[in-house]
């Protein structure tokens, strides 16, 4: 699993034929971020229509994540705020995503403000879920699977995100790793059929999109029921063959996130080798390098079976991107322990890593162990590891001073007035010099500085 907080995204919805404006508030990962985009869609098929705040909207959606219980409490904290900024009135609240899926009705009495609770499959319901509550049922609740046949897919026009569109390939997850909740807030791993992702990436490509991202919880565990889509594609595995397949669409930019190392198949490597459209960066968490804590980690790999992947990477034609997460102060992790995740991460030499404090999740089974590693002493392993990462992560910066990489020109800095931002093909942060006509369009940057998480440059492409 690769969790990242992204910025919280606000949608906003208002109806036209019910006058029923709904607000929607996201937390969490690229799946969190991809539901909303999709319950946006279903909300205004459905007739309701965009709202710009909480405070004059009729529905206030929160679409939450559950990875850490820091993050599940968050929720509940912006609900408090919206009750008092709601004073005298009284709309409707709905709490959907990970949390929903977790706590299930027991929401409704935390928090008596809220009338509906919809779980991670119950985003296609959401609009018959709020005319029920908007007909007067004080606790609606779906926690159901997704109906089958259900259409994941969402056209390229309604899309929020303009120019870099996440298509979900598979959700949920089967490896139950013992500190992570996923597989019991997202359920078992289901695989979408690759006939409708080939199909949604030639709309997305056909609009004018030029980078799209696979996302899943394991994009590498992909495997659909049948072989549409696949016939024809090559490839050791589902997900190598469903490489190959988007490849072919003739998509400019693809990158996927993230991978799981146990399922990581050299063929991937190879994949990416034969198709310059597949971005040259993988993200492949390792959590920790040592073995006994892997096996308590319940992960179903070795350090040394991961590093044997990544020296697949490092052979590679092309010069590969590495990034990771690590988790440190796992219950029971030593300093001989930790010492052994330093290593691993000098040894591989990360272009970007994740690094989070173990901290205790309900529900799962690693809350059951003694969490036995102070405060004092992750916050020190996380400063020891943040280090050596930094210097590391300099050193491969610098190499790139110099170079001319592809950018992707994603929206304008938010440092500087005068600079625009973008990714590389290799999922580097670059900042130039440019205006809001750059937006959407890939430039050539020459590399002209290098700071520890981004690089400057100039474009060398004409405007
Ligand atoms: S259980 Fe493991 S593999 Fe699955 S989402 Fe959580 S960390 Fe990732």
New binding site residues.
């Given amino acids: 699993?690769h969790v990242r907080n992204v910025s919280m995204k606000s949608v906003r919805l208002v109806s036209q034929t019910m006058s029923t404006s709904v607000y929607l508030e996201t937390f969490g990962c690229q799946m969190n971020v991809a539901d909303s985009e999709r319950a946006d869609v279903r909300l205004r098929a459905a007739g309701f229509d965009l709202s710009t705040s909480p405070e004059d909207a009729d529905v206030i959606l929160f679409n939450t994540c559950s990875v850490r219980e820091r993050a599940a409490h968050k929720v509940f904290t912006r609900i408090g705020e919206v009750r008092r900024q709601r004073i005298g009135s009284e709309p409707v609240v709905g709490v959907m995503g990970c949390v929903a899926q977790l706590e299930g009705d027991s929401i409704f009495d935390a928090s008596p403000l809220v009338n509906i609770v919809a779980g991670t499959r119950a985003t296609d319901r959401l609009p018959q879920l709020i005319s029920r509550a908007l007909q007067g049922e004080r606790r609606v609740l779906d926690l159901d699977e997704r109906a089958e046949g259900e259409v994941w897919d969402v056209p390229a026009s309604d899309r929020t995100s303009k120019h870099v569109a996440f298509v979900p390939i598979i959700e949920g997850?089967n490896?139950?790793?013992t500190y992570?909740i996923?597989?019991y807030s997202r359920g078992r791993e289901k695989s979408r059929l690759a006939s409708d992702i080939v199909a949604e990436i030639h709309a997305l490509r056909s609009y004018g999109y030029k980078e799209i991202h696979l996302i899943g919880?394991?994009v590498n565990s992909y495997r659909p029921k049948t072989d549409d889509g696949l016939e024809g594609f090559k490839g050791a595995t589902p997900f190598c063959r469903l490489l190959r397949a988007v490849a072919a669409t003739g998509m400019e930019r693809i990158k996927f996130t993230t991978s799981?190392p146990r399922d990581f198949h050299p063929d991937i490597v190879a994949a990416i080798d034969e198709n310059e459209n597949l971005c040259e960066w993988i993200h492949l968490p390792v959590q920790s390098g040592s073995d006994r804590i892997l096996r308590a980690m319940r992960r179903g790999h070795t350090a040394g079976d991961y590093l044997k992947r990544i020296d697949a990477v490092k052979n590679a034609r092309r010069k590969m991107s590495i990034t990771s997460d690590i988790i440190v102060g796992f219950p029971g992790e030593t300093r001989e322990d930790f010492g052994k995740t330093v290593k691993l991460v000098e040894q591989v030499g990360y272009d970007g890593l994740y690094i989070f404090k173990y901290s205790e999740r309900r529900g799962t089974p690693a809350a059951k162990l003694d969490d036995d590693v102070s405060r004092e002493e992750k916050a020190a392993r996380f400063a020891q590891l943040e280090e050596a990462q930094r210097k590391l992560q300099q050193k491969i910066y610098d190499r790139y001073v110099g170079r001319v990489l592809d950018v992707l020109v994603e929206r304008p800095s938010s440092k500087s007035e005068r600079d625009m931002t973008g990714h590389s093909t290799c999922h580097k942060v670059v900042n130039f010099p440019g205006d809001v006509s750059m937006l959407g369009k890939v430039k050539s940057v020459r590399v002209t500085a290098a700071k520890q998480n981004s690089l400057y440059g100039e474009i060398i492409s004409a405007p």
Avoid: G, I, L, S
């Fill in positions: 699993m997850c490896k139950f790793c992570c996923v597989p919880q394991n799981f």
